[in-house]
């Protein structure tokens, strides 16, 4: 089965919006990353995690490794932030390898 | 900083045929990853490789070579195109595996007729 589930698998946002999409990890994630895929498919990487949360600007992102989750919220939406959100597990013993979801789809409507 | 190149961004092939990726990173980092996107999908890890000269297969590594020529350099080989792909195939790096950020490439666009 999928070693990381991202919810929802797509997702519609009124401008100004506030909303929050999640990761569920079925292995033991040491690390997270989220990245956001713009519609042209360049990959950017918004956070890097160890268990706790970061901030910033609009975007905020959570990972607690005892409940297996993780969690990026984003604040007033803005027509930019569309695109494609990943996050991704990494294990400390594993030699180098992330473990992707399969991604949310963002689109923001004025 | 740093920037990761592709080569070619656009690849057009023939059923069959082999084909070869070029990736090139100035981070100076160890790890460095080759990942394939099908269109609306997520990524899936072809290879990737810890250090020169290093080689580990990810999920998706049938019908791929790879092959770490120097630290700065990794490079993906489809060994037999098939009839009809599309996909993109993204490089990545990272300084020391799965415990730092990843940044990725442009990536390479790639139609078999």
């Known amino acids: 089965g999928d070693k990381v589930k991202q919810s929802p698998s797509a997702l519609s946002l009124q401008e100004g919006t506030n909303s929050a999409l999640r990761c569920n990890f079925s292995?033991?994630?040491?690390?997270v990353q989220w990245f956001l895929q713009n519609p042209r498919g360049s990959l950017m990487n918004l956070f890097y995690?160890?268990?706790g949360t970061k901030e910033n600007g609009r975007l905020k992102s959570a990972f607690d490794s005892k409940e297996s989750y993780s969690t990026l919220h984003i604040r007033d939406a803005q027509l930019e932030d569309s695109g494609t959100y990943f996050c991704a597990a990494g294990r400390g013993s594993a030699l180098g390898r992330l473990h992707f979801g399969a991604g949310t789809q963002l689109i923001v409507i004025p | 900083g740093g920037i990761i190149t592709q080569t070619p961004k656009f690849l057009i092939g023939q059923e069959g045929q082999k084909l070869t990726l070029k990736c090139q990173q100035n981070f100076n980092h160890d790890t460095m990853y080759w990942y394939r996107q099908d269109s609306g999908k997520g990524l899936r890890l072809i290879y990737y490789s810890i250090t020169e000269n290093d080689l580990q297969k990810g999920d998706l590594s049938e019908g791929y070579d790879a092959s770490r020529e120097k630290k700065s350099s990794f490079s993906l080989t489809v060994t037999s195109a098939q009839k009809n792909e599309m996909a993109v195939f993204l490089c990545?790096?990272?300084?020391?595996?799965?415990?730092?950020?990843?940044?990725f490439g442009p990536g390479t666009r790639l139609l078999v007729l």
């Open positions: 292995i033991a994630a040491t690390t």
């Open positions: 990545a790096s990272s300084i020391v595996g799965s415990q730092d950020t990843q940044y």
């Open positions: 995690l160890v268990p």
